[in-house]
């Protein structure tokens, strides 16, 4: 009754459902019950875990949240509260189809081969190239991934998908990481990646090439979700005044949230930092 009193009129209410109006007064004057008074307390932990993740989290990673505070609620219960105050995850972002380009002669074999298991940092990286929208025009965004723990490891935007646009991203994830020779690196078959000064950059480093199948986008499966995580959680249907405003919402996801702070699946819900720190506290 106390839900519909906005549609209904309160007398009618108690005349269909056989309920004396002194009764219902007395019932809103009540204490609410234990019950009732933890789902408040619990709801107010929640409604913080949601506008940490920049309103992205689902009732899932929040679970996880409070279970880090001690808490022992079902993610049942969270679901319930969350659909309550109407706090749902960010979903659902269309991507807009690339043409694939590159000469053939110059494509690596895919060496990686859908390997997307990795046992330690540094031996298996991704990389590849996404838009983000703006009214100056499109803005290229290229990432370096690591297999390991999922960690963005060197990014670069330029306003063109110019060959230098990945180089900046690999020199980034090489002077951040410095890793040993024989790093596998595995890209599309852009353009970019066919270049000579691409190729010249990865024989310089003693970095393995390796390249998904043409017009096969599940050999890079990895990088794809990445690329779909940032758009669903941050980007969705925005256009920015201008490049450095997207750049710089670019770094706030990536060194931020993505990096330090966000979950991840393949991690056992450790964010991509915090899964690299454990492995160098337990190895």
Partial sequence: MKRHADQFGLAAMCRV???????????????????????????????????ESGS?????????????LGETCSRHRVARLMKSEGLRAMVGYGRKPRPLSGPVGSVAKNVLARGFKVSEPNRAWVTDITYIRTY????????????????????????????????????????RRKPAPGLL????????????????????????????????CHDNAAMESFFQLLKRERIKRRIYSNH????????????????????????????????????????
């Fill in 17 to 51: 459902l056989s309920v004396h109006r002194s009764g219902y007064y007395a019932w809103l004057r009540g204490p609410i019950s234990p019950r009732e008074r933890d789902d408040q307390r619990l709801l107010g932990l929640i409604k913080h875990s949601w506008l």
């Fill in 56 to 68: 992205v989290y689902g009732h899932r990673k929040i679970t996880s949240d409070l279970r880090e």
């Fill in 136 to 175: 100056d025009g499109f803005m290229y965004l290229a990432v370096v991934l690591d297999l390991f723990s999922r960690q963005v490891v060197g990014w670069a935007t330029r306003p063109t998908q110019h060959t230098d646009l990945v180089l900046q991203a690999l020199l980034a994830a090489v002077w």
């Fill in 185 to 216: 690196l595995h890209s599309d078959q852009g353009t970019q990646f066919t270049s000579e000064d691409w190729q010249c950059f990865l024989r310089e480093h003693d970095i393995v090439c390796s390249m998904s199948r043409r017009g096969n």
């Fill in 244 to 283: 450095d405003e997207a750049r710089a919402d670019v770094f706030q996801y990536i060194e931020m949230f993505y990096n330090p702070t966000r979950r991840h699946g393949s991690n056992g819900g450790l964010s991509p930092i915090e899964f690299e720190r454990q492995y160098a506290l337990n190895g």
